[in-house]
């Protein structure tokens, strides 16, 4: 189960990217930086401790923080430890207003107990124990009261006059925010551990299934410290693949009980990232990314939680504005990059992260291919044909990257001729050559170069494919035509023709290419792009790679893998057929992460449709009132409470009125008035223009959610560095 070419060295495989070799192949590694695997192993140790982690040696730490409860929460809550608040915000009493009404209240209580015990109010509140206590109880003259019973019986009385006189001075609520509770620090309890069938420690699922020897070997070793978040994570991942049916029961026993917590390792051999840096949650799935700030604009419920996004969220795509230096890479991107990338480690996920040369996206050991367009060492090469054989899909995917952002925002006229006069070539030249022609080769056609097109037209001649000579006739009557779109593409593909992409794109099979069709598999990419010196070429690049990840997701077989493109910048990236394809990837289980220096970078008739193509919007820190008001709009309103003052000057009749009016307006400088309220209801926007621009404090953001199930979480203030 854990074989099949998961353990030879980096860059032998066959394939361009590492392939599974078992059900789910995935692990992690302890906090502290020592090696979860046993004695053996090649997975090499790491040197530095990933925070929010349990540690080494032994699995106390895993086994408390594997039993942290982790409650339902609405969308985007950090469910780790989370206790729940309530939908409403309590009323809470001044802290002045309860102090002196529970004094009051207990002078109140003590004055009403000396007046009775004193016999000032006389003796009615003993007239019941005299009808109800024999005359053996009752001692001395007449209306004495003797005895420990009559005692207890004044006693009672005066408790419960206490009792009544506590409650209306709110003495609970003193005793809570100011009694011997609030002094102590709020720390998780050592309860006993929970029952074996409720322990997650115990793995009660495989033990109800009958893997009762594979569930005994995973405990063992997680009380002696040799699983971690993402050992745990991929075995359950394992273990839903066995319940699905891809995988046998006794290939599963088999694994775990030969290697343990190391079984069905992820193809590349690693079980945790070289470091984290952002706190994860690997049993819901989370990744923190700040704290909801404790504000009024922010529903109650949410105010002081930690706020946390995970494929669930990110199934709806998102998309974060704000200007250069608001922490859109190191508070948003990074984190997400880091969660996707241990969610492939798990088996749960394929990652694609995509930003300029040296961006910060993460550490290349983090990934499994790296992709350095325009650097003659990379490794692996981009297949700029996204690895189909089908002309049309390709030339359609190619057209989308060369003019996408040229085409018209409605109904898209130049992309179809686009697609249709590059299909006219790529066929005919796969047919001749058995493959997709390189840059250069689609430069020189494009243009109309006569070699080419006699190499071409002789091949076909010689093959018989009559369908596709008449697609090259086509093509040969309608260069020079007023409005061939030939003369673009090769302008765009031009910018591919550089001496800086000399080595890349080949389609000989000189050179390892990487496509996006291995999104099949969990597998983390990096694709840096070169942006200094060639802006043009790095978004017409992005466009590429988006292209061919929404085609890509649509087709694939196994779609329990999270697929995620995250893009660092999506300056030129938006286009009309890349807002319809974001809209269809929730259905395939896969979303996308762009980023933006400000809407400005989008055509103007898409702002709106792409705003409502994700599920989750991001405004931050520093955006423009223009930004802001496109996201006022696709927000929305809210009915709220609207309190108007008026102040109305009282006007004295009497003489004696007016000089006490006098004598006021001598004290405080201001005529006598009448303050009136009006209370009503009104429609407003939850965040106007004006606030999103500049109400919202340095390193915070505004940001709402959405779930693929549709549950929704309104704008909230969220501090990102929290």
Known sequence: MDSDGTQEARGTHAHPVP?????????????????????????????????GVPPMPDGSSFLTWL?????????????????????????????????????????????????????????????????????????????????????????????????????????????RR?????????????????????????FPQLRAAGAVDAAERLAADARAG?????????????????RSGRHSLASFSGAVLQDGAAACLHPSG???????????????GQVRLGASADDPRNPYAYRGTGLALGPDLLGTSLVAVGPAGSGKTGAVVRPLAESLCLHALAGRAAVVVVGAAGAGLGPADAYDVVVRIGNQESEYDLDLYGGTADPDEAAAVLAEALVG?????????????????????????????????????????????????????????????????????????????????????????????????????????????????????????RIDLPERGHADASRMLARLVLAQFTASVAVREDRSLFACLVLDDATGVVTPESVRGIQRLRSGNAGVVLTLRT?????????????????????????????????????????????????????????AGKALHAVRRVITGKAPTARAVTVRQVERERWSASELAHGVPAGHAVLSLTNVKGEHAPPLLVDLRG
């Open 19 to 51: 392939r599974p070799g078992g059900p789910a192949e995935v692990p992690a590694m302890p906090p502290d930086g020592r090696s979860l695997a046993p004695q053996g192993s090649n997975v090499p140790p790491r040197p530095t401790q990933a925070p």
């Open 599 to 655: 809407l400005d970078d989008v055509a103007r008739p898409l702002r709106g449709p792409l705003l409502g193509a994700t599920g989750c919007r991001m405004a931050l820190s520093g955006v423009t009132p223009w930004d802001g008001q496109d996201f006022a709009e696709v927000w929305g309103k809210e009915w709220t409470e609207a309190r108007d003052v008026t102040d109305r000057q009282i006007i004295a009749e009497t003489p």
């Open 405 to 525: 952002d040229l085409a018209d925002p409605h109904p898209g006229s130049d992309s179809r001729r686009s697609t249709t006069v590059l299909a006219q070539l790529l066929g005919p030249f796969r047919a001749v050559h058995g493959r997709f022609p390189s840059v250069p080769e689609l430069r020189q056609l494009l243009d109309g170069a006569p070699g080419p097109f006699a190499t071409l037209r002789q091949g076909l001649l010689d093959a018989g494919q009559d369908s596709l000579l008449r697609e090259l006739d086509a093509r040969e009557r309608q260069m020079g035509q007023p409005g061939d779109v030939g003369g673009v593409l090769a302008d765009r593909v031009a910018l591919l023709d550089r001496p800086a992409f000399a080595g890349f794109f080949d389609t000989s099979g000189r050179s390892r290419p990487f496509t996006l069709k291995a999104l099949d598999h969990p597998v983390r990419v």
């Open 226 to 242: 040799l699983m971690r978040d993402v050992d745990h994570a991929r075995i359950i991942r394992a273990w839903q693949g066995v």
């Open 178 to 202: 100011y009694g011997p509770a609030a002094w102590r620090r709020s720390t998780s309890s050592d309860g006993p551990p929970p029952r074996p069938e409720a322990d997650p420690a115990e």
């Open 270 to 284: 690693a079980r945790d990232l070289p470091a984290r840096l952002a706190r994860h949650d690997l049993v819901t």
């Open 67 to 175: 039993r942290m409860p982790r409650p339902e929460a609405p969308p985007g809550v950090w469910r780790f430890g989370h206790k729940p608040r309530p939908e409403e915000e309590p009323e809470l009493i001044p802290a002045r207003q309860l102090l002196a009404g529970a004094v009051i209240a207990f002078l109140c209580g003590w004055l009403l107990c000396s007046l009775l015990y004193n016999g000032y109010l006389g003796g009615f509140w003993l007239w019941p124990w005299f009808v109800l206590a024999p005359d053996s109880w009752t001692l001395g003259k007449a209306g004495a009261v003797g005895g420990v019973a009559s005692w207890i019986y004044e006693g009672l009385v005066f408790v419960g006059i206490f009792a009544v006189f506590g409650k209306i001075g709110h003495w609970p609520e003193l005793w």
